[in-house]
């Protein structure tokens, strides 16, 4: 986790309960006072009114909502971080499903003013350090060998992520569609580690699956990868 965790209990429930339940209750109100306004058109139209107002709200502001509900969701347990830019959604002993941290993390990570390459090597680097720990969590047997291992990213190439024990696979329906519906955020993020506008190819995206005994089988091949990493950052400089 970041260094916000770091704080006393009462400053990381409010912070992290004001940006979930501020923004959720300004949805909640904008989505009841559009059903009022559309109810003398029936309330079939009212209805599927409100729902679209949503999707599209939902979609232009993803970033901002992703970035505000980190904390809250982080602190109720429905983010589990294995570093600070690396997450796993409502993990279990049987499965671990994979993702990289949100605007919040980054912005802990990484300066604003520090985009292109030194951002994307910091990213990479944690992301490593949190498959590392997984691997030792698989290791203490706090994730079974069994487990199933899920994920999608843009940081790392398909011969990179088969090294560590993964297989590229096609992306189902509902993965195909939170790609799509998460795109600004995807490409506001990829942008930012290439330093300019750069529209992230989530149409090209492969679901990469591992196991718990291949992703600890492959600890080395990420161990190397980090070291090496690791050693082009000290060599570029501050």
Not at 49 to 72: R, S
Not at 195 to 224: C, D, F, H, Q, Y
Request: hydrophobic fraction near 50%; aromatic fraction near 14%.
């Amino acid at each position: 986790m970041n260094r916000f965790y770091d704080q006393s209990a009462f400053v990381k429930w409010s912070v992290g309960g004001a940006l979930f339940f501020i923004p959720m209750g300004i949805l909640i109100g904008a989505a009841h006072g559009l059903q009022i306004l559309l109810t003398p058109y029936g309330v079939f139209a009212a209805t599927v009114g409100v729902w679209l107002a949503i999707a599209a709200l939902g979609f232009v502001f993803v970033p901002f909502l992703q970035t505000a509900f980190t904390p809250f969701l982080t602190l109720i347990g429905v983010y589990k971080y294995y570093s600070p830019m690396l997450m796993a959604l409502l993990p279990t002993r049987r499965r671990v499903e994979l993702h990289a941290g949100t605007w919040w993390d980054i912005l802990y990570l990484t300066p604003w003013s520090q985009p292109g390459s030194k951002a994307r090597r910091a990213i990479l680097l944690s992301m490593l350090d949190g498959l590392l720990e997984l691997a030792d969590r698989i290791d203490r047997g706090e994730v079974a060998l069994d487990a199933k291992i899920v994920g999608t990213s843009y940081f790392f190439n398909k011969s990179t992520i088969q090294r560590f024990g993964f297989r590229m696979e096609q992306p189902g329906l509902f993965c195909r569609f939170f790609l799509v519906f998460a795109i600004l955020d995807i490409t506001s993020q990829f942008s930012f580690t290439r330093g300019k506008l750069n529209v992230a190819p989530v149409w090209r995206a492969r679901k990469a699956t591992s196991t718990g005994a291949k992703l600890l089988a492959n600890r080395e091949n990420i161990s190397r990868l980090r070291t090496r990493l690791a050693q082009r950052r000290r060599d570029a400089g501050p």
